[in-house]
T-cell receptor
């Protein structure tokens, strides 16, 4: 079974530039998550999709971050404009339809972003 | 919203059994306890999940006392490749909206295994 795919793996940009990350979840996983992981901390949920609908974006800085999941499969996360504090690893994860016992999140390798 | 507390770091030697304890005093009736492992430059990986008593799989065991206010992840005979950060999460998949899917990652426990 193919895992969660993410690209690019690394990105370096200057502050105020824009950047986009792509995620392809495991086939059949209806739930998709984007996490931000700052060095030395645990992953922090930014947004959660159920198919192509948003179910939780309470931690997403909506003035600069946006995400979409067209057709309920692939997803993109965009930052515009980027700030120095956005330097982090952006992790995409997917899981089966939630409900009751938490479903295991399968994580991708992440995209490491450095904002200069 | 359950909050977890676990040691920041632990050291061990190859071949030893490692026990990492997580405190979750405010665990709710519907909450499960889930552990993830994360190696450098990789995303977290699911290890084990349980609700009460003991759960065992090919990787680890999870011990949960009757009051469920804590849990212990047990790694038998660790090797150098078990050096990683281990996260304890408490929650369910029933709640949304402002609760981060009700499964929050803390800072985890950094386990260092030495030869």
């Amino acid at each position: 079974e193919a895992g969660v795919a993410q690209s690019p793996r690394y990105k370096i940009i200057e502050k105020r530039q824009s950047v986009a990350f792509w995620c392809n979840p495991i086939s059949g996983h209806a739930t998709l998550y984007w996490y931000q992981q700052i060095l030395g901390q645990g992953p922090k949920l930014l947004i959660q999709f159920q198919n192509n609908g948003v179910v939780d974006d309470s931690q997403l800085p909506k003035d600069r971050f946006s995400a979409e999941r067209l057709k309920g499969v692939d997803s993109t996360l965009k930052i515009q404009p980027a700030k120095l504090e956005d330097s982090a690893v952006y992790l995409c994860a997917s899981s089966l339809v939630p409900g009751g016992q938490p479903k295991r999140r399968d994580f991708g390798p992440g995209t490491r972003l450095l904002v200069l | 919203l359950a909050k977890t507390t676990q040691p920041i770091s632990m050291d061990s030697y190859e071949g030893q059994e490692v026990n990492i304890t997580c405190s979750h005093n405010n665990i709710a009736t519907n909450d499960y306890i889930t552990w993830y492992q994360q190696f450098p430059s990789q995303g977290p990986r699911f290890i084990i999940q349980g609700y009460k008593t003991k759960v065992t799989n090919e990787v680890a065991s999870l011990f949960i006392p009757a009051d469920r206010k804590s849990s212990t992840l047990s790694l038998p005979r660790v090797s150098l490749s078990d050096t990683a950060v281990y996260y304890c999460l408490v929650g369910d998949d029933l709640s949304y909206g402002g609760s981060q899917g009700n499964l929050i990652f803390g800072k985890g426990t950094k386990l260092s295994v030495k030869p």
